[in-house]
């Protein structure tokens, strides 16, 4: 059957302190309501109808989404009027669920399990059990039948005795839900529109009301400041490690991974403490990382290894290299299979070709390195004159001295040598020697300077 998706993330979100709208604080590096909304659409919902209110430039700027259909929530009146925003786009005879948009590790199993369930009845609540309810609406049944939720407040003691509460999240009939949501009333202290209303109204209608719950509470768990944005941020990152080492991945220690994206993996992966990965990583077969690395949007090859401390972002690394340590390869650097890059070496849209290596103290941007060249350390492509930027080319077996500089636009040839502390700003020929320095000179019986008193 057909269904539609409400997310409701209007909120200012206040206790966050922010000028952030609530729903765009990350977890796992991604916006928590950009996580609900690439879970919804994981079930093929028709529609998703985001209700927006605080914010809406940057969310519509930060957010993406097949079908995402924008409701403008002007003013922040209640759930039910949040819902209410979104009424004219509902279809009579589709099924709609509603969502908020600050439960960000909602799984996609309990939303298929409460989608199964709506389909026995007509109309379906996410509920969870906890130890402490305190605060929270209970729910309360008669003949195995919801009938209604009871806010804290107005409960009896025995009322407060049930651990059964609402979510908030729900799934019912579209013309059912319209109906319900034009007969809300604001007659209340808060002047507001509240969506579990409703839950009262099928009830009085003789509708069958059933609920689903979570595999774990945390996953309705909402978020309302920094401190509850940090624990949903451990529990992430605790499930995306269990998930690593259940697909083989060794982890020195799992407390200390952070995946703010995704990490796709081969086999015989091993990682040490204080990984971050950003964005969209790939780590073929065999592949060792340090510790304290940090590897965004790129790839690394089978069997390389990265060292400690080193940076990789929007690199490709190819098979059987080495990173490292306190490396940093930036946007546009690749290493062909068996290249090597040691520490302090920096790379940006450079080339390395096949079992070249750069092992110490060296500078490589808009470069181009041929196979089996090797760069002394302190070798620097001097490729910004102020204004444009020029490209290096080094040939095939080519032997760069240390602590030279070759001024781009430069060609080194195939099998040349550039002599040590060289400032190269003309081609050399392919099998050539290039000594660019001035004369050493040597002065007898100098004498050092003397500190002044």
């Not at 402490?132 to 009871?150: C, H, L």
């Not at 069958?208 to 400041?225: F, K, L, S």
């Not at 204080?274 to 990583?281: F, I, K, R, S, T």
Request: proline fraction near 3%.
């Amino acid at each position: 059957m057909a269904f539609s998706v409400i997310i409701l993330a209007a909120g200012k979100g206040t206790r966050m302190k922010s000028s952030l709208p609530k729903v765009l604080h990350p977890i796992g590096g991604i916006p928590m309501v950009q996580r609900i909304i690439n879970t919804v659409q994981a079930l093929d919902a028709d529609n998703v109808h985001l209700v927006y209110g605080h914010g809406g430039d940057q969310l519509k700027e930060s957010l993406t989404g097949d079908s995402l259909n924008w409701c403008l929530q002007q003013e922040q009146l209640g759930t039910g009027h949040a819902v209410q925003q979104a009424a004219p786009e509902i279809k009579d005879e589709e099924d709609v669920l509603i969502l908020v948009g600050d439960a960000p590790l909602i799984e996609q199993q309990t939303l298929a399990r409460l989608k199964a369930v709506k389909s026995q009845c007509d109309l379906a609540l996410l509920t969870v059990e906890l130890d402490d309810p305190t605060g929270m609406g209970r729910i309360i049944r008669k003949d195995d039948n919801i009938t209604a939720i009871v806010e804290h407040k107005d409960a009896t003691d025995e009322q407060k005795r049930i651990n059964e509460i609402n979510t908030g999240m729900m799934m019912m009939n579209g013309a059912d839900l319209k109906r319900w949501l034009d007969a809300l009333s604001n007659d209340n202290s808060q002047g507001e529109y509240y969506l579990t209303d409703v839950i009262a109204m099928a009830a009085s209608e003789g509708k069958r009301i059933q609920a689903a719950q979570p595999d774990t509470p945390v996953e309705v768990e909402g978020i309302n400041n920094r401190v509850q944005l940090a624990r949903l941020e451990r529990e992430l990152q605790q499930r995306q490690a269990h998930e690593l080492m259940i697909q083989g991945v060794s982890l020195a220690d799992p407390a200390r991974i952070d995946v703010r994206g995704s990490l796709t993996t081969g086999q015989d992966v091993r990682i040490d403490i204080n990984l971050v990965a950003e964005g969209n990583v790939i780590l073929g077969n065999n592949v060792t990382i340090g510790p304290n690395c940090v590897l965004k949007n790129c790839e690394i090859g089978d069997n390389s290894v990265v060292e400690a401390n080193s940076i990789v972002e929007e690199a490709i690394v190819g098979t059987d290299c080495s990173v490292g340590p306190y490396a940093r390869l930036r946007p546009g650097a690749v290493m062909h299979a068996n290249a090597k890059v040691g520490n302090f070496v920096e790379m940006k849209k450079a080339v390395l070709g096949e079992g070249a290596k750069a092992n110490h103290l060296t500078y490589l941007g808009d470069a181009e390195v041929g196979k089996n060249a090797n760069i002394g350390a302190g070798t620097i492509t001097c490729n910004y004159d102020g204004a444009n930027k020029s490209k290096t080319f080094i040939g095939e077996q080519a032997f760069i001295g240390s602590n030279s500089s070759l001024v781009a636009p430069v060609n080194i040839g195939k099998n040349a040598t550039v002599g040590a502390g060289s400032t190269v700003t003309s081609d050399v020929d392919d099998d050539s020697l290039a000594v660019a320095r001035s004369k050493q000179r040597n002065i007898a019986n100098w004498s050092r300077p003397k500190k002044r008193t």
